[in-house]
């Protein structure tokens, strides 16, 4: 019988000891650098999928994904290049027509509006718009909505909610939004009657910025 004030193990158990606690320590040590290496890639794959639900949650609130209302004071730039033709299904027929392509207007001046039902400054500009194609449309002046990712059915309520009786088209896919390279909605392109872009305005429009851009881009068709 062993007494256990007396009992000194054994160099074999000694060493089994010193093997287990050194296998502890190395499982210990493999797990840590486990955490410190899978660990930010677990997060990085958390992260992603939060932006993935974003994206396809996104819609619901209004707009596609990726695309964004142009908020704020309209900012003014200067193109100065060549219309892009285009040519789109109407919403509501003009000149007898329910297809509009722009070619067809050279040599007059065209507001092209780009506009989404589920725009909150498009609500705010669409008076003005309708205004201000009462004001110019016996004066060569066209004016031609865009309508753009979203459906003819909403368009359809967008245009009778605020009266809106100059044509509109439908781009649901937004192709002529992309070539015209477009950045947000609403953005207003104003073409001069030689087919030169000479203005866009990005954000929403009032009465006396499309008074003075149609005036420009009538005047830029006159000068030498």
Known sequence: MIELDSY???????????????DE???STSSSRRILIWGPVFLGLIGLMALLAWGLWR??????????????????????????NFSLPLINSFDGSNEFQLIDYRGKTVVINFWASWCAPCRD?????????????NNDVVFIGINTWDSEAKAQDFMQSFGLSFPNALDERGT???EYGMIG???????????????????????????????????TAQSP
């Open 8 to 22: 000194n193990p054994s160099k074999s158990e000694r060493t089994d000891a010193n093997s287990a606690n050194g």
């Open 25 to 27: 320590n190395l499982q």
């Open 59 to 84: 819609p619901s609130l209004g707009g596609p994904s990726g695309v964004s209302t142009n908020d704020g004071p309209a900012r003014v730039a200067i193109l100065e290049r060549s219309a892009s």
């Open 125 to 137: 500009e669409a008076p003005a718009l309708e205004q201000g194609w009462q004001i110019h449309q």
């Open 176 to 178: 002529v939004a992309v």
């Open 185 to 219: 909605i609403p953005e207003t392109f104003f073409i001069a009657p030689d087919g030169t872009i000479s203005r866009k305005i990005i954000g929403g429009v009032d009465v006396a910025s499309i008074n003075e851009a149609i005036a420009e881009a009538q005047n």
